[in-house]
Each structure stands twice: as structure tokens, then as C-alpha cells.
């Protein structure tokens, strides 16, 4: 039996405002509620890179669904690994949060994210409720 593939936030259902289609009602409330403030942000607007791509150049064999075999990766590039917050503003990120499964990728992306911009005085909000994006918002407010 094959394991059906994550689209994204269990149980999330998309909403569009201002012809954007967001991932999920969480999503939705803090973009309008962010207006609603008058803050500047992007949505989804910046890539972060939180590691570079690179070169393995002693022997890496990898087994593939499609070959009995072994594939030869030795000296491939091995892609960067990125991130992109929900929302960004000047000094700040937002990264809307409800259930996140126990097998998500999402907790060690966010650990080498937050690696990659420590010298920076970014502040990082996760919120999973409509309370807690409220809160955000006025720490924003507030100069974070």
C-alpha cells in the first residue's frame, strides 16, 4: 500500500484574499490582520538559504525506487536546503504553525534556519492560533 504524499498543514483549508490563495486560514487571518495594522510585510516574498549546495566528492552510492542497483552520486551537487517563511518584514519573520506532524521536516529546517540568520537580530514568530498571531502583531507594533 503506497503512503499518500503531505500537501502541506493537516486538516488546512486554503483561503484567497486579494487574489492571493493562502495555505491556510491561520495564514489568511495574520496576512489581513497584519494590514489590518498597517505593518509592512511580504508574504512568502524571501528565500533563505540555510545550507548551500555542494559537491560530495568521496564515494556516495544511493539506492533509487526505479533501479535494483546502486546509483553512483559521487561528485553530484547535492541541492542547497532552503526555507521560506510565511510572512517577512523589516527585523522580523512569521511562520504560521497549527499541527505539525511528528515526521515533518519542519522542526529541523526551522532549527537550521534560525542557525543561519543567529547573527542577524531577526526576530521569529511561529504562531498556531488566531490569539497568538494577535500577540505577534503587537509585538511588532511594539518595535519586536
Not at 490563495?21 to 497584519?34: C, D, G, I, P
Request: with cysteine; net charge positive.
Amino acid at each position: 500500500m503506497r503512503r499518500k504524499k503531505s500537501t502541506g498543514a493537516v486538516n488546512s483549508k486554503k483561503k484567497t484574499i486579494d487574489g492571493i490563495t493562502f495555505a491556510s486560514s491561520l495564514e489568511a487571518y495574520t496576512y489581513a490582520k497584519l494590514k489590518e495594522a498597517g505593518i509592512d510585510f511580504e508574504y512568502e516574498g524571501k528565500t533563505f538559504e540555510v545550507l548551500p549546495a555542494f559537491r560530495y566528492e568521496a564515494q556516495y552510492l544511493q539506492s533509487t525506487s526505479k533501479k535494483k542497483e546502486m546509483s553512483d552520486k559521487t561528485g553530484k551537487l547535492v541541492r542547497a536546503v532552503t526555507y521560506k517563511p510565511d510572512f517577512v518584514g523589516e527585523g522580523w519573520v512569521i511562520e504560521c504553525k497549527g499541527f505539525v506532524p511528528s515526521n515533518h521536516s519542519f522542526p529541523l529546517r526551522l532549527k537550521m534556519f534560525l542557525d543561519s540568520i543567529k547573527d542577524q537580530n531577526i526576530s521569529v514568530y511561529i504562531p498556531k492560533n488566531q490569539t497568538q498571531v494577535n500577540e505577534v502583531i503587537e509585538h511588532i507594533k511594539n518595535g519586536h
